[in-house]
């Protein structure tokens, strides 16, 4: 008699219309990789205390139904977007055939010597007697920026295949040929330079779906495990699925997976797949761990051994009194971005800003070839002061907790990929 195999285990999924109801059978589905599951319904016995019955023990009685369940995914290019939808709601995408752009904002002038990088090449900025590579620092950031798009409009090379307008204190480069390409001219910056970038990246040549965190809504989704080894097969459906919470932990090497803490109203067991035998099936492209960066308000973060991040919606479950011992839904609460950087001491740049209890923007992020990528940009990131222990001859590694508190999204996810929409 065959037995399930992990191996052979398939995860469909599909977005209810009404909360607690699977969609009907079709390309609604969509077929998910996974690496892991441990979704399904658990239901706890009581121990029975009637007395007076002798000493042999009754029935027990069943308990409420609980369905809270840990899904582990690889972080691919496509099917990372329907999480992302059920994490933070529906995305804003931009169509392909948009053309790649993106800004620098200069919040004060820049300091002499500071530089920023476009498409890999550094200009930097002097106080007088540009040469070069080099731009004059204005009388006001206008005038510097307005010095800035002069010199870029004649530059030739890599910096000639993007135009450059000046307004006020923000440079905006868009690329001249629309497309997909343009998606991987980089954006840097040295920290004394007092700018933002738009990303590390120039966006909008392709498909790029903005994800935002703080929706009032989120939906709900339909989610089955099946079991198709089996002479009869099982497929297990979870309906009312909340995703909760997302956490990424990222290293210098290894595979790159995505975990999300779900949470079901109930089960469903049957023998055959709700979603039908043919549901939808986004190719899996998996972004490569090697090829992650983090940066700090635009600038790549050095000597970082591991990072993690962790968002939540902190959903409340309704815990309703219903005769299915089952919940009425889950609201969310308020957000929690948080996270942590492990670094070797190598400067003060972490230390500055939790000495001087100075916000952040972080940027975590991984690239595919020909511009595809997917950002988590958390905003409004603020460090605890952290111990810098030497425990032997090594090198000393210090750990910097991330605690967010915005006034806009703390967490913006930007995906940029060729599937038209979420």
Same mark, same amino acid.
């Given at each position: 008699?065959?037995?399930?195999?992990?191996?052979? %285990?398939? &995860?469909?999924?599909?977005?209810?219309?009404?909360?607690?109801?699977?969609?009907?059978?079709?390309?609604?589905?969509?077929?998910?990789?996974?690496?892991?599951?441990?979704?399904?319904?658990?239901?706890?016995?009581?121990?029975?205390?009637?007395?007076?019955?002798?000493?042999?023990?009754?029935?027990?009685?069943?308990?409420? @139904?609980?369905?809270?369940?840990?899904?582990?995914?690889? &972080?691919?290019?496509?099917?990372?977007?329907?999480?992302?939808?059920?994490? &933070?709601?529906?995305?804003?995408?931009?169509? %392909?055939?948009?053309?790649?752009?993106?800004?620098?904002?200069?919040?004060?002038?820049?300091?002499? =010597?500071?530089?920023?990088?476009? *498409?890999?090449?550094?200009?930097?900025?002097?106080?007088?007697?540009?040469?070069?590579?080099?731009?004059?620092?204005?009388?006001?950031?206008?005038?510097?920026?307005?010095?800035?798009?002069?010199?870029?409009?004649?530059?030739?090379?890599?910096?000639?295949?993007?135009?450059?307008?000046?307004?006020?204190?923000?440079?905006?480069?868009?690329?001249?040929?629309?497309?997909?390409?343009?998606?991987?001219? %980089?954006?840097?910056?040295?920290?004394?330079?007092?700018?933002?970038?738009?990303?590390?990246?120039?966006?909008?040549?392709?498909?790029?779906?903005?994800?935002?965190?703080?929706?009032?809504? &989120?939906?709900?989704?339909?989610?089955?495990?099946?079991?198709?080894?089996?002479?009869?097969?099982?497929?297990?459906?979870?309906?009312?699925?909340?995703?909760?919470?997302?956490? @990424?932990?990222?290293?210098?090497?290894?595979?790159?997976?995505?975990?999300?803490?779900?949470?079901?109203?109930?089960?469903?067991?049957?023998?055959?797949?709700?979603?039908?035998?043919?549901?939808?099936?986004?190719?899996?492209?998996?972004? =490569?761990?090697?090829?992650?960066?983090?940066?700090?308000?635009?600038?790549?973060?050095?000597?970082?051994?591991?990072?993690?991040?962790?968002?939540?919606? *902190?959903?409340?479950?309704?815990? @309703?009194?219903?005769?299915?011992?089952?919940?009425?839904?889950?609201?969310?609460?308020?957000?929690?971005?948080?996270?942590?950087?492990?670094?070797?001491?190598?400067?003060?740049?972490?230390?500055?800003?939790?000495?001087?209890?100075?916000?952040?923007?972080?940027?975590?992020?991984?690239?595919?070839?020909?511009?595809?990528?997917?950002?988590?940009?958390? *905003?409004?990131?603020?460090?605890?002061?952290?111990?810098?222990?030497?425990?032997?001859?090594?090198?000393?590694? @210090?750990?910097?907790?991330?605690?967010?508190?915005?006034?806009?999204?703390?967490?913006?996810?930007?995906?940029?990929?060729?599937?038209?929409?979420?």
């Amino acid at each position: 008699m065959p037995r399930a195999q992990g191996a052979n %285990a398939l &995860l469909n999924a599909a977005f209810e219309s009404t909360y607690g109801t699977p969609p009907a059978s079709g390309a609604n589905w969509f077929r998910i990789p996974f690496r892991s599951s441990d979704m399904g319904e658990t239901q706890n016995t009581l121990e029975n205390d009637i007395l007076g019955l002798g000493r042999d023990a009754q029935a027990p009685i069943f308990d409420i @139904v609980d369905n809270l369940g840990k899904v582990s995914v690889p &972080l691919d290019l496509r099917n990372i977007g329907l999480w992302l939808k059920g994490l &933070l709601a529906q995305p804003i995408t931009t169509a %392909a055939t948009g053309t790649a752009s993106g800004t620098i904002i200069f919040t004060a002038q820049p300091a002499a =010597a500071s530089t920023i990088t476009i *498409n890999g090449v550094t200009i930097t900025f002097v106080t007088s007697g540009a040469t070069g590579a080099q731009v004059n620092i204005g009388a006001s950031v206008t005038a510097t920026v307005a010095a800035l798009q002069t010199y870029l409009a004649a530059a030739t090379g890599a910096l000639a295949t993007q135009n450059y307008a000046a307004s006020g204190a923000v440079l905006t480069i868009t690329a001249k040929t629309a497309g997909t390409t343009a998606n991987s001219v %980089a954006l840097a910056a040295t920290a004394t330079a007092n700018v933002t970038l738009s990303a590390p990246t120039l966006l909008g040549g392709g498909n790029t779906h903005v994800f935002t965190s703080g929706a009032t809504l &989120l939906p709900s989704l339909s989610m089955e495990i099946g079991y198709p080894d089996l002479t009869t097969p099982v497929w297990g459906t979870n309906y009312g699925c909340l995703v909760n919470k997302l956490s @990424v932990k990222m290293q210098r090497g290894g595979l790159l997976s995505a975990d999300f803490d779900v949470i079901g109203q109930g089960e469903t067991i049957t023998n055959v797949p709700a979603a039908g035998v043919s549901p939808s099936v986004l190719s899996a492209l998996r972004f =490569a761990m090697a090829t992650g960066y983090v940066n700090l308000n635009g600038t790549a973060l050095g000597a970082l051994v591991d990072a993690e991040f962790m968002y939540a919606n *902190n959903m409340a479950k309704l815990e @309703v009194i219903r005769n299915d011992g089952r919940i009425g839904g889950a609201d969310p609460g308020v957000v929690t971005m948080e996270g942590t950087l492990k670094v070797r001491f190598q400067d003060q740049t972490l230390l500055n800003y939790a000495q001087n209890q100075t916000a952040a923007t972080i940027n975590f992020g991984w690239v595919i070839g020909n511009g595809q990528s997917v950002d988590f940009q958390i *905003n409004g990131a603020y460090f605890p002061k952290a111990k810098r222990p030497v425990t032997g001859p090594g090198g000393v590694e @210090v750990s910097f907790p991330i605690k967010t508190g915005s006034s806009g999204n703390s967490l913006v996810v930007t995906l940029k990929n060729d599937v038209v929409g979420y």
